[in-house]
């Protein structure tokens, strides 16, 4: 068996675990997405957003297009899906269906672009805010401490800000914030205060060049979760993702139709915080009204509880380990 499937580069535990989720082509999208990223938690996205054959579909974030390809199975011929991305990487993979629509742009626009496309209203909206396996995997984008690379970490790379521009020329009070607020680093003033001083002696290039300046700094027991927080607050900054990720929710109040299904995916606090508050609220602050009944007045209604993968999916994508899943559906106007 293990010959067999040598040509998808899956190991048994995921091919079996992915042949599991959704219907018998899913061996067709394993073999297109895995190289670029596994597909997290399918089963219980493609649930949670309740598909319709006839529907119109959001996927905001295709990257390798596991949960894309896996909605077009469940729509009919009158259904459609766009799906953003803003990585020329993710374009390339773009199925040809004509129910399909692919979007190059960073998510925060989604109310822009379904107006361009006349879509007053979608009846679902996945958002996955995980980094792909492709761009931890593929060493000169600089998202990952485990190469030495130039330090880029951009998404859209046209983007003109850069992890090197961040860290070596913001100032030490905008290092420790960005540390703290994004990478939730108690030390982020000791870490600042160490990267400028470094930095005066010569620029950081790479980011090699980094972990090696910040590995002293964190302690043996959590050096590699330290360092994995201390990237994703410069992959934070850089990308704008916390300002990103307020705008899309914002929006999708408004072009959810009532009964509309949103599902995303988090991977850390800040953005599951932020999720919770607006499927709980319908605001960013979680702060409730309510009517003279005292019933919660939002544009969303929590679906279920919060979920996190199987024991069986952490085991066949251990970079799922992190992620929970929350479902909230539009509510009456």
């Known amino acids: 068996m293990k010959n067999k499937f040598r040509f998808l580069n899956l190991n048994i535990k995921t091919f079996l675990y992915l042949y599991a989720q959704i ?50 199975e469940k729509l009919g011929p009158k259904g459609h899906l766009y799906s953003f991305d803003q990585d020329l990487d993710a374009m390339a993979g773009a199925p040809k269906d004509e129910r399909f629509t692919f979007v190059r742009s ?13 879509c007053d209203h979608v009846d679902g909206i996945l958002a996955d805010l ?21 330090l ?14 961040v860290v070596n020329e913001y ?23 160490a990267i400028v001083k470094l930095r005066a002696q010569n620029a950081f290039e790479t980011t090699g060049q980094l972990a090696e300046a910040m590995a002293p ?27 990103a990720l307020r705008q899309m929710l914002e929006t999708t109040t408004k072009v959810l ?14 953005e599951d915080r932020m999720v919770k508050n607006v499927m ?28 996190t993968p199987s024991q069986e999916e952490q085991t066949a994508n251990p970079r799922s380990r992190s992620a929970k899943l929350r479902i909230a559906e539009r509510t009456e106007d």
């Open 130 to 150: 995980g980094v792909s396996s492709h761009h931890l995997d593929e060493g000169e984008r600089g998202f990952s401490f485990r190469y030495d690379a130039p």
């Open 23 to 72: 219907s018998p082509n899913v061996l067709n999208i394993a073999k297109m997405t895995y190289n670029y990223h596994t597909p997290v938690m399918l089963r219980e996205a493609l649930e949670g957003l309740d598909i319709k054959p006839d529907g119109v579909y959001v996927d905001v974030t295709f990257g390798g297009g596991g949960h894309s390809r896996a909605i077009l």
């Open 106 to 118: 960073n998510f925060r626009y989604l109310g822009n672009w379904m107006r361009y496309y006349e």
């Open 171 to 193: 100032s030490e009070q905008q290092l420790a914030d960005i540390l703290y607020l994004y990478g939730e680093l108690k030390d982020s003033r000791r870490l600042a205060s």
């Open 217 to 243: 700094l964190l302690g043996r027991q959590r050096e590699k979760k330290d360092m994995a927080r201390v990237f994703q607050a410069l992959r934070i900054e850089v990308n704008g993702e916390m300002t």
């Open 280 to 307: 709980r609220s319908g605001n960013m602050q979680g702060n409730t009204e309510q009517d003279i009944y005292g019933n919660t007045i939002s544009p969303l209604r929590p679906v279920g509880k919060m979920q």
């Open 152 to 165: 880029d970490m951009r998404m859209n790379q046209q983007a003109r800000l850069t992890a090197r521009q």
């Open 257 to 270: 139709a009532p009964g509309g299904r949103l599902v995303v995916l988090t991977y850390h606090s800040l």
